[in-house]
């Protein structure tokens, strides 16, 4: 009887760290994907905002002006294209979208891009809000959350132009 208690603790343990691994290693591998999403996820945000940060100081600044004149672009153009030139995302040049809104002293919505004839600089001393909306390309997990639908990283600043 001895024996067979013996026999049953010492037993042959070949492969358990096989099973073991092939249990746990889905979970290791998903998180190591999660953890790397959420940094692409927070660099992604923080260089778009840091693109229209940028933008907004050239507005403030009358930068865009000589720009604008000096290459012969819209003033669409050249938010795209300081945005995205910015922005590390391939799908930028894609899917931004680019907001600009100008208010009166009151705060009263007097403009915005929904009237692109009128999309130009801003004369000095307007109240403005600029906004850029990036579709982020997915890598797994973005999926899972959200669906068909891409995640849209938004950023935005109010600001008054310049005297």
Known sequence: MLSH????????????????FGLLAPAFFGLLIAIFEICYFVYAS????RAVEK???DLRTNHAAT????RNLTIEEWYRETICG???LSTCE?????TIERYDQDMNQVWSTSD????????????????AQVDMPSIMFTDLLFGDQ?????????FMTEP
């Open 55 to 57: 933008a907004v100081f």
């Open 67 to 70: 720009v604008v004149q000096q």
């Open 86 to 88: 910015r922005v590390s």
């Open 94 to 98: 894609s899917t931004v979208q680019i």
């Open 46 to 49: 923080t260089s778009t905002q």
């Open 116 to 131: 692109p004839d009128q999309l130009t600089l801003a004369p000095r001393e307007t109240i403005m809000r600029v906004e």
């Open 150 to 158: 891409a995640a849209r990283l938004s950023s935005g600043i109010t």
């Open 5 to 20: 208690i013996r026999s049953f603790i010492v037993r042959e343990k070949d492969g358990v760290a096989a099973i073991e």
